[in-house]
């Protein structure tokens, strides 16, 4: 027996007659019930197409504003009776993706419903499906640092080690600081040090961050203090803000003689920062250094900062070229964790070239994060206002963090200084076209 048919709803919320001319306020009224939670007015809009010659689950299916659809509302807000009755009565796809190839899971992901995830992946959502990013729902939970989430997915079957290129759950949670995570991820036995271009090890990440907890948390899990190709104490020598970290790595029996690719110390990199309290940290433990004359703390620093500041001397020339040249093949692998630490070595010599802030922020932007990019960016900007490039690289790590307006206001600078790039007009027409789409999706949400 069908259901009987409720009274009409008050005149502002009537289904529009599903026609043609009517269509966007049909379907903009369909999204509202879903992200409202308004499962009255959602069966009263499925059952005035009843009355039409069309087919409620393929139009209920296609009804999406910019590419979201109504499941994907429905599953960021937590309306799981909503979610019940698209998915069981209605048919819709679990796996439907917009615009940013985001499924149901991902929008659950991201409004933190734990209950709606669970739903969604039993009733069979795919777990592993990736982003337009390469990112899965894990690598998104690792990176909001939600343990509980975290726990949910592994629950549910996902791998624990999926490689993305800002490497793996572990590397990101390592990389933004969220021991929780970690802690969630190391107890499901991820791999504390799994080697990935672009990210290194977790550990390394870890001090790119200068999260003590996490350097801790990934050496209490085995993770090896003297490996990779920049050695965890080199990095944390080269990384403001990580003496902690640096502390810590000795007592975890870090080996403060292992040099760099150009023959120097963790002492001597530290010192090129003129951190001093990373030399005292590091002098009672370093064999004495035959080029530096004075051996003491003072005698470091001064060595270390006269040699970065001496003009005309072909040894600081040449290790700027290799230190650049090596950065760039980095790049070329994808492996952009290590083209940052040596763009960051090398503006401790130079600190007033653009071009390693701006290349320094492309590696940030690889590895996702949008924060140390836009850093950069404004730096170089503001070192060199008149430099196109800059402005590009403002604009782009913007676009990250989806400040759609920010990022068409610093491509437009950028178009300003070269109004014949193709790639600049080519950003700004998709920055505006994001920010059309951000500022539709508002209003239908």
Same mark, same amino acid.
């Given at each position: ?15 529009? #007659? ?42 209920? =299916? ?22 019940? !009755? ?18 149901? #899971?991902? +929008?659950?992901?991201? $409004?933190?419903?734990?209950?709606? /995830? ?15 990013? =390469? ?21 549910? &079957? ?8 800002? &490497?793996?759950?572990?590397? @990101?949670?390592? !990389?933004? $600081? ?30 790119? $961050? ?10 209490? %899990? ?9 050695? #965890?104490?080199?990095?944390? &020598? %080269? ?19 292992? *040099? ?26 370093? !064999?004495?250094? *035959? ?7 003072? &005698?470091? @620093? ?44 090398? /503006? ?36 060199? *206002?008149? +430099?196109?490039?800059? +402005?590009?690289?403002? $604009? ?27 790639? @600049? ?21």
């Amino acid at each position: 027996m069908a259901p009987p048919r409720p009274r009409a709803a008050p005149s502002k919320r009537r289904a529009a #007659p599903p026609n043609p001319t009517a269509d966007d306020e049909f379907n903009l009224d369909l999204l509202r019930a879903a992200s409202e939670g308004d499962l009255r007015l959602l069966k009263m809009l499925v059952w005035a197409l009843d009355e039409s010659t069309r087919d409620p689950r393929e139009v209920v =299916g296609a009804a999406k504003h910019k590419g979201v659809g109504a499941l994907h509302i429905a599953a960021r807000n937590g309306r799981l009776p909503v979610c019940r !009755y698209l998915v069981e009565e209605l048919g819709v796809d679990v796996d439907a993706v917009d615009n940013e190839d985001l499924t149901p #899971p991902f +929008w659950a992901m991201h $409004g933190g419903r734990m209950d709606t /995830m669970s739903y969604l992946l039993d009733h069979g959502a795919n777990p592993h499906k990736v982003d337009d990013q =390469g990112f899965n729902p894990l690598h998104r939970a690792a990176r909001r640092g939600d343990p509980e989430m975290v726990e949910l997915l592994l629950a549910k &079957g996902v791998s624990v080690d999926p490689v993305s290129a800002s &490497g793996t759950p572990l590397h @990101i949670a390592a !990389y933004n $600081g969220h021991d929780e995570a970690m802690k969630i991820l190391l107890k499901h036995d991820a791999d504390c040090n799994k080697i990935v271009p672009g990210a290194e090890t977790p550990l390394l990440v870890a001090i790119a $961050g200068s999260s003590v907890k996490c350097v801790k948390l990934l050496v209490e %899990a085995g993770a090896d203090v003297n490996d990779g190709l920049i050695t #965890p104490l080199v990095a944390a &020598g %080269a990384e403001k803000g990580s003496t902690a970290c640096l502390k810590y790595l000795l007592e975890a029996g870090a080996n403060p003689n292992v *040099p760099d690719n150009f023959g120097r110390m963790p002492i001597e990199i530290a010192a090129l920062d003129g951190s001093r309290e990373d030399v005292e940290i590091l002098f009672p433990v370093t !064999y004495c250094i *035959p080029t530096v004359h004075d051996w003491s703390i003072d &005698g470091i @620093i001064h060595h270390a900062k006269s040699a970065s500041m001496k003009q005309g001397d072909h040894s600081n020339v040449r290790r700027m070229a290799e230190l650049k040249s090596l950065a760039v093949n980095s790049l070329k692998r994808n492996d952009y964790f290590s083209a940052a630490t040596l763009y960051s070595v090398a /503006m401790k010599h130079d600190r007033h070239d653009a071009t390693l802030l701006s290349n320094r922020s492309l590696c940030f932007l690889r590895m996702g994060n949008g924060h140390k990019a836009l850093r950069d960016a404004l730096a170089c900007s503001e070192m060199r *206002p008149g +430099w196109p490039k800059g +402005w590009y690289r403002l $604009g782009a790590a913007l676009m990250l963090l989806k400040d759609y307006e920010s990022a068409c206001n610093a491509f437009l600078e950028a178009a300003k200084l070269d109004p014949w790039s193709p790639d @600049i007009e080519a950003v700004l027409r998709e920055a505006m076209n994001s920010l059309k789409t951000s500022r539709g999706a508002t209003m239908a949400t």
